[in-house]
């Protein structure tokens, strides 16, 4: 599969941008931003189901960033973007950095049942060994993933592109809604927002997966309810977190997550559910044909690009979220 092309030659400035199947859209995204071409590579599956990868462009010596975001199916699109960095180390490229939004199996990130695998230390030995030098994500499920890498990674957010909206709105009755496994999270967009902080007591089955929501501590009554979470795959959280905060009378809700899994059922849950709107990144990108009226989609093929642009021009990429202190306040629990 051709997934662009470019003028054949020495790249620009020897940085180059390639994209994997998973996500093409980003990919000309970010390209966009930097005002680059994708690179160009050929990607299929043999008869036995065996991938095949081929550079079409001249990588040597070139700084190359090579894109694939992880979606189903992950096996497939894992093993693809592996295959890619191996190719493009066998065409001497001086340095490849994988750039995966939504980090695969981030969620397997401990040891919580006997005899079981941390699959996330797996994906980030394997992005190593395929000769990847460097790794560029967002939003870990859990920051001790980032110590599973043993080459240097760069970790951003999505958050303060969601808080940012949320600003713009100008609602001057907001308050943050996060669940008791997400309360970082919650704090710190709470924090950005200037807002109070609610917070859900929610219980998850660590066999069946089944959600439990069990109570909320503070005041949402009359107001407008931003709920946050860091990512929406079966939306039963969402569900249930949604039923507490509506049993307490909000003037609206409103719901907003760094990764849009959205299986099947979850599209349907957000279009029959009591909120305003779903506001989303495009780290994944969403199912064709499927129901979409109340999520809104923001790019972060800017704040990707940008990361790229430092990364390659060895700035700091940490500065990107360098944040002041001043006329910041910290959230309180209830109004």
Request: proline share 6%.
């Given at each position: ?237 969402l569900r249930e ?67 790229i642009r430092r ?25």
């Amino acid at each position: 599969m051709s997934l662009g092309l470019r003028v054949m030659g020495a790249p620009t400035n020897g940085l180059m941008v390639f994209g994997c199947r998973g996500h093409p859209a980003l990919t000309r995204g970010v390209c966009g931003e930097l005002d680059c071409e994708p690179g160009a590579l050929d990607i299929f599956e043999y008869g036995n189901d065996n991938t095949f990868v081929r550079i079409l462009d001249n990588v040597r010596e070139a700084d190359v960033f090579v894109v694939q975001t992880s979606r189903r199916p992950v096996n497939q699109f894992v093993m693809e973007m592996l295959i890619t960095i191996d190719a493009l180390r066998r065409a001497s490229a001086a340095r490849v950095t994988a750039v995966m939004p939504y980090f695969p199996y981030m969620r397997s990130d401990k040891k919580d049942q006997p005899r079981v695998p941390i699959t996330a230390r797996l994906v980030a030995d394997l992005l190593a060994t395929a000769g990847a030098d460097r790794v560029l994500t967002l939003d870990l499920h859990a920051d001790q993933i980032g110590g599973f890498f043993s080459i240097p990674g760069d970790h951003l957010s999505g958050m303060p592109l969601l808080t940012s909206y949320f600003e713009q709105q100008g609602f001057d009755d907001l308050v943050v809604v996060g669940d008791t496994g997400r309360i970082k999270t919650a704090s710190e967009c709470a924090r950005r927002l200037m807002a109070p902080l609610a917070v859900l007591d929610k219980y998850r089955d660590p066999i069946t997966s089944d959600v439990t929501v069990r109570g909320l501590v503070g005041d949402v009554r009359g107001r407008t309810v931003l709920y946050v979470e860091d990512e929406v795959a079966t939306g039963q959280s969402l569900r249930e977190g949604l039923r507490e905060i509506t049993r307490h009378k909000p003037r609206a809700a409103y719901a907003a997550c760094v990764h849009p899994v959205f299986l099947e059922q979850a599209y349907e849950m957000v279009e029959q559910s009591p909120l305003e709107a779903m506001v989303v990144t495009d780290s994944i990108p969403l199912a064709p044909g499927r129901p979409h009226t109340k999520i809104k989609v923001l790019s972060i093929a800017p704040l990707l690009a940008e990361a790229i642009r430092r990364i390659h021009t060895g700035e700091s990429v940490s500065a990107l979220f360098a944040e002041r202190a001043a006329g910041w306040s910290q959230p309180t629990i209830g109004v």
